[in-house]
């Protein structure tokens, strides 16, 4: 059975021993900073359907009737503002969780710095594999790596997470600054934004001006 403060107790005298005992302070402050309730306890978010530890976002009544995804005045929990991630990282997030830690020293994809790569194709069906690598520089998911392959001259491409890994696997092994080059010289494309290099100089150091200016 469960006591009023939300303990499981075997027992009636246990729930009154609870009651007697001094009361517990908690450390999550009730309201966030825009003034909604603190979630106390963790749950998936309303939104991305990503975990929200307690703390960490607020919790809200749902409209009301006439939805049959919710009950009328259900409570549910929520990101803060810009803290919930896209359904393509919710998925990768979901699948790491899952694999088996690594026996080996873990690589350090920190040494990555957003940008684009190009690394020697792993299937052997063109000669190299193009990469994009996200690193959200805020919210919740700063210092996350999220890789996209670049294929058939479209944007980023959503690929699985262990084709993923395996890409920054490769961009290390490669090493960092060679694969930014080599998408670079092989595409003629900036290996910070992969905007087109219009002039001998940009090409020559692999950026346009405002990247160079940025890495300086």
């Given at each position: 059975?469960?006591?009023?403060?939300?303990?499981?107790?075997?027992?009636?005298?246990?729930?009154?021993?609870?009651?007697?005992?001094?009361?517990?302070?908690?450390?999550?402050?009730?309201?966030?900073?825009?003034?909604?309730?603190?979630?106390?306890?963790?749950?998936?978010?309303?939104?991305?359907?990503?975990?929200?530890?307690?703390?960490?976002?607020?919790?809200?009544?749902?409209?009301?009737?006439?939805?049959?995804?919710l009950g009328q005045g259900e409570w549910l929990v929520s990101h803060l503002n810009g803290e919930c991630v896209t359904p393509e990282e919710a998925a990768d997030l979901a699948a790491i969780k899952t694999m088996q830690p690594r026996q080996a020293a873990r690589p350090n994809f920190k040494a990555i710095p957003q940008g684009y790569y190009a690394t020697k194709c792993r299937t052997g069906n063109n000669d190299l594999d193009f990469w994009f690598v996200r690193v959200p520089e805020t919210g919740k998911w700063q210092g996350w790596r999220f890789v996209r392959?670049?294929?058939?001259?479209?944007?980023?491409?959503?690929?699985?997470?262990?084709?993923?890994?395996?890409a920054l696997h490769a961009i290390l092994e490669a090493g960092v600054d060679n694969a930014g080059n080599l998408y670079a010289d092989t595409l003629g494309n900036c290996k910070k934004c992969g905007r087109d290099l219009t002039d001998d100089e940009s090409r020559a150091r692999r950026m346009g001006p405002v990247c160079a200016g940025k890495a300086e």
């Open positions: 059975m469960k006591c009023g403060r939300g303990h499981e107790h075997v027992s009636v005298q246990e729930v009154r021993a609870c009651y007697g005992q001094p009361q517990e302070v908690s450390t999550i402050p009730a309201r966030t900073a825009d003034g909604r309730r603190t979630n106390k306890f963790a749950g998936d978010c309303f939104r991305c359907q990503v975990r929200v530890a307690p703390g960490k976002g607020f919790i809200f009544r749902s409209p009301g009737a006439g939805s049959q995804r392959r670049i294929i058939g001259g479209r944007g980023p491409q959503v690929i699985p997470t262990a084709e993923g890994l395996a």
